[in-house]
């Protein structure tokens, strides 16, 4: 397979850094969730995040794994010398992070379990105690591999640590795309189709279509991404209220309808002049991408809590936590990591992986 050896254009370049960011966004809201008696009681603050993380929510890390296959497989000009190169170059940038987050994820339980009244804004009691009473073995895989739910502690690092397997077997998909081509993602669907609780093939199959496709998706017709929105907004709803039967067999399908729709809307939406330098605060928020991914959990369940304390626990309280929740605490993740990397610019480094 030929891979991409041309300059990437500017403004590819920066659609890559502008959706990742909004991607971000879409976790921060996939992670703002509700006690059991706000599900069981209150209609509206569910409804809404059925619509938006059960619809728009199924996209966000699809499209992670999508742009790291784009970007990891993109100039690869010396074939397997280069694969080696970037598999060298992401253990800083992906396994040196991914430690320190799982580690940053327990250590921030312990400390707002030393400050008065802070722990039970983020459960650090209970926490705490199912810690200390497990096995060092299991601990150690519960802070990096599976806590026994199919994520680590730190759950939104399930992400990462797919990826850091993904990477760590790149050699053989550079073969295996090189004789396949663009059926690679196809054939790595079938295999999802047969063993589908083997949950990194469906991460692969995202990595390896990102590979593969994510710079030729721009050549659909306009009218195609509007038609794949509606469509994946009709069968996302349906999914939702009714349920498919054969849902894992669909999922891909479904998601991928989002996906498409979503990577070609930003071209409708943002004009090909568009200069990222020429929206400062948005140029400045995308520098924090990967810190805001690594570090927003758990802390985001401060202001996540904060909100029914505020406004009541109720169904407005709780509609209003989850609206509003991801964007508080958007700019202030983002001032923590300005601060880290203007105050202590070697430390800020080393925790995002020199990004």
């Known amino acids: 397979m030929q891979e991409s050896n041309s300059k990437m254009s500017r403004f590819f370049s920066e659609k890559l850094r502008i959706v990742s960011f909004l991607s971000i966004i879409i976790v921060f809201y996939m992670h703002t969730g509700f006690p059991d008696s706000v599900k069981e009681n209150m209609m509206l603050p569910v409804l809404l995040r059925g619509c938006i993380v059960g619809v728009l929510g199924r996209c966000a890390v699809p499209m992670f794994f999508a742009i790291s296959g784009y970007l990891f497989f993109y100039n690869v000009k010396n074939g397997l010398k280069d694969v ?11 396994f040196v992070p991914f430690v320190i987050a799982a580690l940053f994820f327990p250590a ?16 650090s009691d209970s926490y705490m105690d199912k810690v200390m009473t497990m096995p060092v073995k299991d601990v150690l895989t519960a802070l990096f591999y599976d806590c026994g739910n199919g994520a680590p502690w730190a759950y939104h690092l399930w992400f990462l640590r797919d990826l850091i397997i993904i990477v760590a077997i790149t050699p053989l998909i550079y073969y295996f795309r090189k004789w396949m081509g663009g059926w690679s993602a196809m054939v790595i669907f079938v295999l999802y189709l047969l063993f589908p609780d083997l949950s990194i093939l469906y991460s692969l199959f995202w990595f390896v279509s990102g590979g593969c496709m994510l710079d030729k998706l721009d050549k659909f017709p306009k009218w195609c991404y509007i038609a794949f929105f509606v469509l994946f907004l009709i069968l996302s709803a349906y999914q939702q209220i009714v349920g498919f039967k054969i849902w894992l067999n669909i999922k ?13 809307g930003y071209d409708i939406l943002v004009s090909k002049e568009f200069e990222l330098k020429k929206a400062p605060l948005l140029n400045f928020a995308c520098q924090f991408t990967f810190f805001l991914y690594l570090y927003h959990e758990p802390a985001i369940h401060i202001i996540v809590k904060g909100f029914p304390l505020a406004l009541g626990s109720n169904a407005f309280g709780y509609t209003m936590s989850f609206l509003l929740s991801p964007l508080v605490f958007l700019p202030v993740g983002i001032s923590i990591g300005y601060l880290l990397r203007k105050h202590t610019p ?3 480094k080393v925790i995002v992986g020199g990004r």
């Open 84 to 94: 080696l190169a970037k598999m060298k170059k992401r253990v800083k940038t992906l």
């Open 108 to 123: 921030f339980f312990v400390i707002m379990k030393l400050i008065p009244g802070a722990s039970s804004y983020v459960n």
């Open 252 to 264: 891909i399908i479904v998601v991928s309808l989002g996906l498409v729709s979503l990577w070609g």
């Open 346 to 348: 070697s430390f800020y």
